[in-house]
Each structure stands twice: as structure tokens, then as C-alpha cells.
């Protein structure tokens, strides 16, 4: 590693360490919209990562019904020194730095873990080792069993902006080869607790608001994503992502359906300190973020209406809907801002 990339990570770090010593202050507890502020204390927290895989088998809840598995990847410390370990950390570099390490199917300036924390381990941020366990699964997104190459390589396409690997190329085998390590001891085919992004029976208390969305971005997501939700640079590289505009994820991630981004939020922003937003407050700031023009879906088939239809048609998408006098989708990528 040379010296000028040594001296660009410790910009990096220290431009994250500045901003998470000024979100380590106490959340806020004032009242919302919705009314739901002093729930933290029961909203779920990130977990720290453990030093050790554990699986467990499911037990039974209240009524009866059964508990998801609850289960810790292991430290990186024990990746092992040998071929199949040197993938894995392939992989894990191109996980943490997709744009350094996977630039010709990037299109913009996201990487993999800034939707799946802590490098694929933190549950409630879709963790990969609970990802690797489901695959393969039917995705009602393509409508058909999809393999997790496939999944990986949707990522690429929507989430990344960019365009898939093809499935026997290095940066595929070395996603799979890390999120496989990953969930070393992990029970094969069952839904881990902490798995995709805690959406059961996550609602509204009341009807998302763009202006209440705005406040709540104003007093606690623009420290990290910049007061133009642009995200933050360090030596022209993002620290922190860019949420809406051209470098942004695509019309076709996920992330753009207002409950992905509503617990993901809830279970992990602002940064370093999930759980500490209210229930309202989480909705009304994915309202806020998701209501701004990011590059097309890369399925657009020059209509943003019969794309809607196509694609789109569920109440979480705010594609092809109007929102303060303006048809959302309908912008080219130059002008995504």
C-alpha cells in the first residue's frame, strides 16, 4: 500500500471520527409528529460484532410460535491463511470499497456496506451471513428463484448503478466466497434473526411527512450526508454516501421503498446510534429522502407510468408519484440532483 493511499484513510478515518464524536451526544426524545419518542429503549439496537459463531436452534415464543435462530459470524481474526482465505479477504475488500475494488461494474459512489453495516456482519442491516443462508429463494423483484450470484449481482445493477459481473468472474466468487465465511455454522435454509431489515409489523403511527421528514434529516442525518443529502468527501472519496442525485442508488434498489428505508433507518441511523429515532420519525425522514430524484431504473422502458406499473406498483414506491409539484422518475441521470 502506498504512502499517498496510507495518507487518504487517515483522512477518511479521521473526517468519521470527528463526525462520531458529534452524534455521540444523547438522542433526542422530543415528541415527532407520531408521538412515539421513548420507545428506544424497547427499538432494536445494533449489535456489536462477537468473537465467535454461534447458532442456535429455534425455540418457542409467545403462543407457541417459533423464534428465529439467533446467530454471530466470527472475527475476522479467523479467516483462515490459506487460497480459500485469500478470496475471502477479497472479498471483504471489495465489500467494504466497491468503487476501489469493483470499479468497472460501479456506476456511482456507493459500496456494498453502506446498506449492509459493519461489513455484511451487523444484524437488522441485512447481514450477508443471513443472506447466504436463504439462497436459493423466490424474489416476487424478478418474479422467479433467483441464486445468491444473482442476488449479488442485482445489488450491482440497482443499488450500485452499475452493471452485474458475470457470474464465474473474481468479484463474484469473492463476494460469495465472504459472505459464505461469513456464515460459517450458520443452519442452512432458515431465517436467522437479525436477517434483511426488521420490517414485521413496522408502521407508520401516522402518514409519512415530507416536512416532518425534512426536519428530522435537518437535526440528525446532514452532520454525515451533507445538508444536499450529497454525502461527505475526503480526498475525493465518499465517507459517508451520498442519499438521493446522480452517485446515489438507482429507482430499482430497494432502499428507494419507503419501508426498506423506514427500518433500516429505525434499526440503525444516524450513525452509531440506532434505535434512537422514533418510529415516526424513521418514516417521515425515508419519506423525505426517498421523495428526491436519483438515477432511472435501469428497467425504464421510456414511460415512467407503464414502468410504475411494471415495476413499481406497490404503495412503498414513490416512483412515477407527484410530490411537491414534481412527477418523481422523470428526470435523466445528468439531472438527478
Not at 58 to 64: K, M, N, R, V
Not at 95 to 108: E, I, K, L, R
Not at 218 to 225: D, G, Q, R, V
Not at 261 to 284: C, E, H, V, Y
Request: net charge positive; proline share 8%.
Amino acid at each position: 500500500m502506498n504512502l499517498s493511499r496510507n495518507r487518504l484513510q487517515l483522512a477518511a478515518l479521521a473526517a468519521i471520527v470527528a463526525m462520531l464524536a458529534a452524534c455521540s451526544g444523547k438522542p433526542d426524545t422530543t415528541t415527532n409528529g407520531g408521538g412515539t419518542a421513548g420507545r428506544s429503549a424497547t427499538a432494536p439496537a445494533a449489535p456489536a460484532s462477537a468473537a465467535a459463531a454461534v447458532a442456535s436452534a429455534p425455540t418457542a415464543g409467545a403462543g407457541g410460535a417459533a423464534v428465529a435462530p439467533e446467530f454471530t459470524p466470527p472475527p475476522a481474526s479467523s479467516i483462515p491463511d490459506d487460497a480459500f482465505g485469500a478470496m475471502v479477504r477479497k472479498g471483504e475488500q471489495i465489500f467494504t470499497d466497491t468503487p476501489q475494488y469493483a470499479s468497472a461494474y460501479v456506476g456511482n459512489g456507493l459500496s456494498c456496506q453502506n446498506c449492509h453495516l459493519d461489513a455484511g456482519r451487523r444484524a437488522n442491516s441485512a447481514p450477508m451471513w443471513a443472506a447466504w443462508v436463504r439462497y436459493p429463494r423466490f424474489r416476487s423483484k424478478n418474479n422467479k428463484i433467483n441464486s445468491f450470484t444473482e442476488r449479488l449481482q442485482g445489488c450491482f445493477r440497482f443499488s450500485q448503478n452499475g452493471k452485474p459481473p458475470p457470474a464465474d468472474s473474481e468479484i463474484i466468487k469473492a463476494l460469495a466466497s465472504y459472505s459464505y465465511w461469513l456464515a460459517t455454522g450458520a443452519p442452512t435454509g432458515k431465517d436467522l434473526a437479525g436477517a434483511g431489515y426488521p420490517k414485521q409489523g413496522f408502521t407508520p403511527p401516522q402518514p409519512p411527512s415530507y416536512a416532518r421528514g425534512k426536519q428530522v434529516f435537518t437535526s440528525h442525518c446532514a452532520l454525515c450526508h451533507g445538508d444536499d443529502g450529497q454525502g461527505r468527501k475526503v480526498a475525493g472519496r465518499y465517507v459517508f454516501p451520498p442519499l438521493w442525485g446522480p452517485d446515489s442508488f438507482n429507482w430499482g434498489a430497494g432502499m428507494h421503498q419507503l419501508n426498506n428505508a423506514a427500518a433500516f433507518i429505525k434499526a440503525n441511523m444516524p450513525f452509531s446510534r440506532g434505535g434512537t429515532l422514533s418510529d415516526q420519525q424513521a418514516w417521515d425522514v425515508a419519506m423525505y429522502m426517498d421523495s428526491h430524484e436519483r438515477p432511472q431504473d435501469p428497467r425504464f422502458d421510456g414511460s415512467v407510468a407503464e414502468t410504475r406499473a411494471k415495476y413499481h406498483d406497490t404503495k412503498w414506491s414513490l416512483y412515477g408519484k407527484e410530490v411537491n409539484g414534481h412527477l418523481l422518475g422523470s428526470l435523466d441521470d445528468s439531472t438527478s440532483r
